[in-house]
């Protein structure tokens, strides 16, 4: 007579191992994906340097239809800082802080994203970076929007607060 350990053994080897899935952290998450995301912006910048006209614009002084000056430099590395330093802000904030950041962050960069297809004659070379783009901060959006949340009750609230360590102002 088999008994259900002897048949799921059979079933399953032990010589044959399954991947485990392993839940990641939300901020983990997050941080992946602005790193995508800042990847991704870098490359299409990069990338782009290789239309016809466009390295001759910029040696001329040129960059779509702005003069390159130090404030258009300045802005264009503020702008790339944003997703810089949310991959940071996803590791470090406390949870609240960081979900609220993530949403309004990912939910501006959404119409800067689009803005960036705007007036370009290569619709498909920039229309498939907003694309992934716009895909890469949706699943920052709903990643901070479905973040896990504990609740705990008044009374489990006071026994963590009855049980902080007395510190004096010398410890402090």
Do not use: C
Request: cysteine-free; charged content about 15%; glycine content about 2%.
């Amino acid at each position: 007579m088999r008994t259900p350990q002897s048949h799921t053994a059979r079933e399953n080897p032990p010589t044959q191992s399954t991947p485990e899935h392993l839940r990641m952290p939300v901020q983990a998450k997050l941080a992946a994906a602005w790193t995508s995301v800042m990847f991704l912006y870098a490359y299409v910048d990069i990338i782009a340097f290789f239309k016809p006209g466009v390295i001759d614009d910029i040696l001329a002084g040129k960059v779509f239809v702005f003069d390159v000056s130090q404030t258009l430099l300045t802005t264009f590395l503020a702008l790339m800082a944003i997703p810089i330093f949310m991959v940071v802000l996803s590791m470090t904030l406390p949870a609240r802080a960081n979900r609220i950041t993530n949403l309004i962050v990912a939910s501006v960069q959404v119409p800067y994203a689009a803005f960036n297809v705007v007036g370009e004659s290569w619709t498909y070379f920039y229309g498939l970076g907003v694309v992934l783009e716009v895909i890469l901060l949706a699943l920052i959006l709903r990643s901070a929007w479905t973040w896990p949340r504990r609740t705990a009750s008044p009374a489990t609230m006071a026994t963590s607060l009855d049980n902080e360590p007395h510190r004096t102002p010398q410890q402090a």
